[in-house]
Each structure stands twice: as structure tokens, then as C-alpha cells.
């Protein structure tokens, strides 16, 4: 039997993963998108130096390569569970790495204000519904 914890935990999850996997896009997104996107935040005109398209796209790909990872296991929790904790814990980690590097690098308020502390509680929350869940499969056993 599904608890609502773990019911609650796939649903996240898969927003988690959903979140990330659209970051293909950037992947092959023309330099036009992007310069867009960054001067509409209010970060000015995108360096057109190739170190900028190269992290860009690659971090795009790593995101929708977690974004894939999250769907993985969101399909079987019971098996993943030591995974699903170290995400929760790795994001809680670079939450507040993020927050840090946000606020140094500044970003845009909005940005510094959002990023890290939502990794911060989507690490929180993933520890938390895990925890739950797992009390429930011990005591279906």
C-alpha cells in the first residue's frame, strides 16, 4: 500500500525532474535565446565568448541528466532509498552553496532569493517524505 508520504514524494520528484529535463532546450538553444532571456532579467548582453555557450549548454545538460535520474527513481523508492536521501542531502549542500555564489556572483534579487533556499527545501522536503515513507514500509513488512 502507497502512503500519502510516498505518494507526495513521487509527485516531487517528478516536478523535480520535469523542472530539469526542460533545461534541454538550452542544450541546442540558439545564442539569440539566451542573450534574450539573460537581458530580460536584467543581466545585460550575454558574453558571446565560447566558454559561456560551453557552460551553458553542458550545465543544461547535466540538469536534464538529473532531471532523468529523478524520474528513475521515483519509480521505485523502496529500492532508491539511499539514493533519494543523498539527494536530498547534496541539495540541501548546494542550496547553500548556491546562495552563497548567488549573492558573491550578483545575481538579480529575485534570483539570490529564489535558487537557494528552494534547493534548500526541496532537500528538506525530500529528506522529510522519505523518512516518512520509509516508517510506512517497515511497517508493512
Known sequence: ?????????KVLLRFIGTSSLLALIFVAAP???????????????????????YL?????????ILGGLFWLISFDLQRYDRVVNYLGVIFI??????FIIDWLEGMPLFWRNCEGPSLIGFGIAI?????NAKKNWIKSR
Open 31 to 53: 545564442y539569440s535565446w539566451m542573450n534574450g532571456i539573460h537581458q530580460y532579467l536584467g543581466m545585460g548582453e550575454l558574453s558571446h565568448q565560447p566558454v559561456v555557450g
Open 127 to 131: 529528506i522529510y517524505l522519505n523518512l
Open 93 to 98: 549542500v548546494f542550496g547553500v552553496a548556491f
Open 56 to 64: 551553458a549548454r553542458s550545465t543544461s545538460a547535466f540538469y536534464a
Open 1 to 9: 500500500m502507497t502512503s500519502s508520504h510516498e505518494s507526495a514524494l
